[in-house]
DNA sequence: TGTGACATATAAGTCTGACTTTTTGTCCCC
DNA sequence: GGGGACAAAAAGTCAGACTTATATGTCACA
């Protein structure tokens, strides 16, 4: 991914993270420094340093005399890349797989929107090449090359739709996807519907037609929320 | 806000954050700890943790033999709260009030949607609490009290709706309507019209009416991209 | 002149131990 | 039983020595 397990604080947090995310110590649960130290095997410092980057994405809080108390899954940073990629990683990833499902339903449809009008002709042309290599790979259990280009589809949508905070989607988004193909039930060719719904949207943006890729986009993350049994009405 | 400048290395990011995603080190800029710490006064051990928080953001990369760099903007964790406020209280403010506004016109409106499905019966009656609290203050400049009302009204929608995802956001919901009345152009009293759009979304939500919650959520979420010139076709 | 191996300097990374500060629980006394 | 002083516990801070990785410069050799 990233660039994970850097230096021995990396590696406690690579520990610690999925644990607490996968709520192995409840909300409350109270851990003290010196012995996560002992328990890993390095210095306070390192310790102290993987306590402050958990203390800042909201997964513990660390006040004196008490020790470094778990938050309720209510108040983390679920934002955090580092965060959302441990909790895909451990029990939670179907809660999570469905929570981001839900905000992909929101913003894709307005970022492919913001696509239309604000879409650079090299992006339109990315994009484009991505929506072919779609097609191309649609057929045959090719399902890791079409991967590639549904992923590389999202992002250049999510760039392009010139809103930072929709920019830094696009791995999420990705991390989604690729959860659907290679740990959900996806073992026949992607739905011909789905993949002709890419295409039309590459053209509306192509053609600056806002209205029509964000109807198209929304008709795409219907299907995404059917396929998890998210259903409305 | 939440609990800041809590020990030393949270003062120093204090200082430190806010000047980075002011731009005041552009990308690429290389810091050394050791000067940060004399700079700040503060030990080496206090610094590095300091260091390691601004790495979990993103906003640095601290590489051996070289130092601390700042990194791009277009890698900054966007979604962190702390990068959110520091973005708000200097230079990018206004940048950060549009980008932020444009994901409340993603999000709200599926975020009303899902309410008027999963909302209990006491979010119900907070919801129409905030929207009468809304009415009382709407007129004879009590600007500071409807505030405070539409603040709980959207915060109030995005828990009901059931996502965690939409959940976390209402504090940067928040922000954004704090920032508006407190410092962009808002001498007035609000306009009648969105009030009564906050009526009647708390009425569909009541009655499970999940279509017309999201249409009128969305008309006020146009609204509120209107004030900021964010206009489509 | 270019290219590779090697040496060197540099800045982060790590560890340790001593000390400080804050908070909480307890116990004594009124 | 309540209130205040005291003690213990855990995080917080600091200083210094040492280790490790790595960018860069140097020099020999082709």
Known sequence: MTTPGRGLHGHVLDSLGPAI???????????????????????????REAVRVLESMRLVESR????????????????????????????????????????????????????ARHASAAQCAELTECAIGMVANSRGHKLEEYLVHDMAFHRVILVASGNEMFARLGDVVAEVLAGRTHHEVMFEDPD??????????????????????????????????????????
């Open 64 to 115: 004196r005399r008490v020790g470094v108390t778990v938050r309720p899954k209510a108040e983390w940073n679920v934002y955090d890349p580092q965060v959302i990629r441990w909790r895909l990683a451990g029990a939670d990833r179907p809660h999570q797989l469905r929570s981001l499902t839900v905000l992909r339903s929101a913003v894709e449809p307005v970022a492919a929107g913001l696509a």
């Open 192 to 233: 011909p519907a789905a993949v002709t719904l890419h295409v039309q949207v590459a053209e509306a943006v192509r053609e600056g037609d806002a209205a029509r890729a964000e109807k198209l986009t929304r008709e795409i993350t219907v299907g995404a929320l059917q396929e998890l049994d998210i259903l409305a009405s």
């Open 21 to 47: 995310t996968a709520g192995e110590y409840p909300p409350g649960s109270v851990l003290r420094t010196d012995e996560l130290a002992q328990r890993f095997d390095v210095s306070r410092s390192v310790m």
